[in-house]
């Protein structure tokens, strides 16, 4: 394994130069998907350590994507973070929350092929400048849209010809903005978990 080449204490990040044999294995020795992430573009490994901080955002953006699917009638599939990887692009990741939208299949299979079914949604949480641009992993696996949270605002991303651009709604949940997700975001801080919920799906049933 390499010397490490940025630390970042707040966020607990560091990105190392490792070899695909080496990213394997060291996604063997973590099994645990409670335990740190990784991302691997071409030769440089991102790691990162789950913070309370981390995983607040990641957590109620990915409640806001079932609560309004429920009320849209948009089938999801939450895959958390299940690692995806591709030694023909020497490429891998696990998002902070993954999600297959409105397909049936494969929801019932339990191994992925993320050759052959990349997520429809990736929630990312990055407050941190010194984290492994994950987006050009994204983009060669085909993921459509990214939610991106970088501690002030929701963002949304749609890949389009090979490179992502941001875009003010969701193609994936179109009701939802960059701008809605972010104010739902921001009050689930100082209300109810009850309250919240109650006003969610309150605001998806206007939307139909």
Not at 36 to 49: A, D
Not at 169 to 191: H, I, K, M, N, Q
Request: one cysteine or more; proline letters at 6%.
């Amino acid at each position: 394994m390499g010397t490490p080449t940025v630390l970042s204490p707040a966020e607990q990040r560091v990105i190392l130069n490792v070899s695909w044999e080496t990213y394997e294995r060291i996604l063997a020795e973590h099994p645990d998907s409670a335990g740190p992430r990784f991302s691997y573009n071409e030769g440089t490994l991102g790691i990162m350590v789950l913070s309370a901080d981390h995983e607040q955002p990641n957590r109620i953006l990915a409640r806001l994507v079932e609560e309004v699917a429920a009320e849209l009638g948009i089938e999801v599939c939450l895959l958390g973070s299940t690692t995806f990887r591709r030694e023909d692009l020497l490429k891998g990741f696990e998002p902070d929350s993954a999600f297959y939208v409105g397909r049936a299949s494969p929801f019932w299979r339990r191994d992925v092929d993320a050759a052959v079914d990349p997520p429809d949604l990736i929630i990312e949480v990055d407050v941190s400048s010194s984290s492994l641009d994950r987006f050009p992993i994204y983009a060669a696996f085909a993921v459509p849209e990214v939610w991106r949270y970088d501690g002030e605002q929701v963002a949304i991303w749609r890949l389009e010809a090979g490179r992502y651009l941001e875009s003010e709604s969701s193609v994936a949940l179109p009701p939802l903005t960059g701008a809605v997700a972010t104010r739902f975001l921001e009050e689930s801080w100082d209300t109810s978990s009850t309250e919240w919920l109650r006003r969610v799906r309150e605001w998806a049933r206007q939307q139909l």
